[in-house]
């Protein structure tokens, strides 16, 4: 064997005989030899003074170490591990030897001292930064992967070797693949090692990356983001360890010109001050203060604001964690500065300082309660008397500054910190009170009382009357204010304060919203007022219970009562549209997109069973019928197998299709349905009675979507075989939504080849008869009632990625070949599947749509516009032009001159303002001369004069836009 071995070798090491690799390997898998025989075997290779032949030999046992690693006992690790670890000697056998030892690593065949020993290799024979890129991140993986599973290899001066050689190795390294595993590696030493005497190296070699400004390839095949390697970096930078060099640095970062720097530093900041404490900050924060102070009042970039504020936050939170003087000082006197610039700017109420006044004490109320407890002391009763002497039209700055300070009250009361209102709680109220109900007042004043008003309820500060007056109020303003935006700020407000004021909504709104309901009177002589041919509108008062039950508690005090509501109605559903929509209207609150947790599930089921007069199902409406199943299907979801399985009996699933549909979608599918039929033959006779059923389209719909649920979850791969093959006219064209486009609709959903079948035969059917196109749209469109991964759908991964790869050379070649009056038919399906797919889709098959999407901006001009057709393409443009704009760019003279058409009548005024939406883009697109530019100014310049409001402001967006490129080339 030994022999065998020697030769094998020979012929590959000095022939780079391939087919003598191909037996070693065989040999080695088959167990006619061991790896350690071949090592024996290639000991005249290993050892020749040719490095050449030495380096062959080490790539021969990497070669045969791949897909063998598992196999190996850790005797054979040990002697291949040493072996690999002299290998690092040689430049040449560097990547191949530390690829093979980070699989023995990971595999747990290197012992402790091994893994030392190679890292100290590593330190004393490599230059890591002179190997290729794919080397050296296995250098680092190595390290990574050492550290975290043999920690004890690394105590005393062995950690400080270890460092040592991190640093080494990092040092220089500009490729983001090994840059999310540098960063990997440094947050692991600064969380499991001692790295005092390293900290400045250490953040010294991962500071000089930040800020990053890497941006991936639109084509990068490694799907490295900016966002994984700022984490990364963010991560990395968050350790204690890291706070003396860190501030210093950061803020020179923030004091720089570059606004992407500013946010950058500020967002480390953010994550990075709560870790690194008060001791290190005091000494910097009054500059800090005055850099944001500088960012907030002087800077012209909006972006800032928002990151400048939680900055400040963090920064009073911080130095409000540590009862040292120094530290209590620097925050009272940032709080001082605060104090007094803002009480100035806030007498005059007009200014921009005013308004960001209101936001910053918004920041610092919400930080800590020593600078909440100092606003309230020294600045709220000031507030509160400049309200009342300024005039009325005047007061929404200071209104807006005492709702931002309560605001930051409640968020303390929140943390478990409770800020003292008492002294300033009754003028609040007056203030909030008093500005909440002025009718005369704008609706955006208003709406600032109303939020105080909640935020003063929610302080806790006031008495039980006070806060019953306040809950009064607000009904009062949603019941019966003219102003439908204070109505919907009112009702906003209760349904937050619902969450921490239960019994006092329940015993003051909800009673005056039930008094509100019509009698049965009501209901029948609004029918003879509305007349026939006028639809019954929605009724205001159960759509407010129905915001009010998304809180879940109210909900289950509320449901018996809403069903009991119902019952004196039931019996008259057919009688009079008003009384149908009515109980429509409140079975509605039960299942509009809800998610119950099971308990709550469970009750609203029970109840809705045993109040509701099911046994007369025959009696009820079909629109009732769907709002009765759709109760039920909502409550069935979130219960586990064996509640619905307790339930189904009882829900009557079977005495009718509409609530048959609604029950079948939302159960699971180990559900056992005790059908008397077989689930072949039930799900036949659903299809057969869709295509012949003569009642209302509601009707045929639920049992057309029934049949599909059966298919989609309660059929196996070997039944839907079965089904199909049995009666192939089951698949056949779906020319109709019922039941073959929902049947279709299942099939697709979960990846069955039958669906996609259905889909190619649509597009062959687009030549003669364009009805297919709903059917289609059906195949990329959410249906939630019916199918969705909530209601336990089989519903498969990248479904509508599949779609488009099977259709669209199809669609293709149907265009080429289609007749004029057809193409357009064609170009409609393009869009309809191209509209929902991910934007990878689109970005792989972009070269080959393109030129069909300029066909159908460019069809038929002369003709009336397709609205829905170039709404559809004009959707699509907008993805390409931002993933693709070098593909664009060779095509952007025609597509200028097609969408300068668009922008002008005769096109709708949304197909306008969308065409105006794609020429703004195209603006950054390259390749453009001043000519075009100039060109397109002037052809936009049209549409500033258009009789529609949304065309004139997106045409001066647009050429703003416009404007701004021309300056700039």
Partial sequence: MLQSAVELVHNYVHANDLIALSELSAELHSGQLTLLTILQGAEDAITNPDSFIRSKATELLCELLNGYTDKLTAAEGKVIGSFLKTRLESSLEVEPAITQLLALLKNDLLEQDLVYQVVEQIDAEINVQSHKQHCRKYVLEYLLVSLRHHRAAFVGPKSDRFVAAVIRCVDGENDPRNLVVTFRLVSLIAEKLDIEKFADDLFEITFCYFPITFQPASDDPHGITTEDLKDGLATCLCHKAFAKPAIPALLAKLASAATFAKKDSMEMFKLSLPIYGPDHLTQHAPELWEILHEVLYESTSAELEPAALQVLTTMLRSLSTSTIIPQVDALAKIMESILEEGLEALRDAETKNARLTAKVWSAAAASCLPACDLLVKHALGKIITLFWELPAGKRLTTLSTCVEILRGCVTLEKEGCRVNLSNH????????????????????????????????????????????????????????????????????????????????????????????????????????????????????????????????????????????????????????????????????????????????????????????????????????????????????????????????????????????????????????LDLDLSLEQYTRSLIESARSCRADRLTRTRISQASAVFINKFFTESQVRMFFSKDPSLARVPFH????????????????????????????????????????????????????????????????????????????????????????????????????????????????????????????????????????????????????????????????????????????????????????????????????????????????????????RRAVECLSRWYEVAAKS
Wanted: charged share 25%.
């Fill in 425 to 672: 709680s009754k003028e609040l109220l007056d203030v909030m009170l008093t500005t909440a109900t002025a009718d005369n007042d704008p609706s955006h004043i208003r709406k600032n009382g109303i939020q105080g008003l909640k935020e003063l309820l929610l302080s806790r500060c006031l008495e039980r009357e006070e806060m019953e007056i306040s809950v009064e109020r607000l009904t009062d303003m949603f019941l019966l204010d003219e102003s439908e935006d204070v109505q919907f700020e009112a009702i906003s407000a209760v349904i937050d304060l619902s969450q921490d004021f239960e019994q006092m909504v329940e015993t003051i709104c909800i009673p005056r919203l039930f008094d509100l309901l019509p009698t049965r009177e009501q209901l029948f002589e609004q029918d003879a007022k509305l007349g026939v041919e006028q639809g019954v509108p929605l009724r205001k008062e159960i759509q407010l219970l129905s915001l009010l039950c998304e809180n879940e508690r109210v909900l289950l005090h509320l449901t018996e009562r809403l069903l009991r509501t119902v019952v004196p109605f039931i019996d008259e559903v057919a009688k009079s549209p008003s009384i149908e929509r009515f109980v429509e209207q409140i079975l509605s609150v039960f299942s509009e997109e809800r998610n119950f947790g099971p308990e709550t599930a469970e009750t609203i089921l029970r109840t809705l069973v045993q109040t509701l007069p099911l046994r007369n199902l025959g009696a009820l409406t079909s629109r009732v019928l769907d709002a009765v199943g759709s109760a039920m299907g909502t409550s069935l979801r979130s219960l586990s197998t064996d509640a619905q399985q307790q339930a189904l009996p009882a829900l009557l699933w079977r005495e009718n299709p509409i609530v048959a549909m609604h029950v079948l979608a939302n159960l699971r599918k180990d559900v056992s």
């Fill in 737 to 952: 939504m019922d039941p073959d486009g929902w049947v279709y609709k299942g099939l697709v959903l979960r990846l069955h080849p039958i669906g996609f079948h259905m889909a190619k035969r649509m597009i062959d059917a687009l030549a003669e008869d364009g009805s297919v196109l709903e059917v289609l749209k059906l195949g990329t469109k959410n249906c939630g009632k019916v199918f969705s991964k909530a209601a336990h759908s089989r519903i498969r991964p990248l479904h509508k990625q599949r779609l488009v790869l099977e259709l669209l050379p199809a669609i293709i070649k149907g265009y080429k070949y289609a007749s004029k009056e057809s193409q357009p038919r064609y170009l409609q399906a393009l869009a309809i599947i191209l509209r929902d797919v991910p934007r990878q889709v689109l970005r792989q098959e972009a070269s080959t749509v393109l030129p069909l999407l300029l066909a159908s901006l460019a069809q038929d001009q002369s003709s009336p516009p397709d609205t829905r057709l170039l709404h559809s393409t004009l959707n699509i443009f907008a993805l390409v032009i931002g993933e693709l704009p070098e593909l664009i760019s060779r095509h952007s003279e025609t597509l200028l001159e097609t969408l300068k058409v668009m922008i002008l009548p005769p096109y709708a005024p949304s197909l306008r303002a969308a065409a105006l939406d794609c020429l703004m883009d195209l603006s950054d697109v390259e390749g453009l001369t001043n000519e075009t530019r100039r060109k397109v100014i002037k052809d936009v310049e049209k549409a500033l004069d258009d009789g529609k409001r949304i065309v004139r």
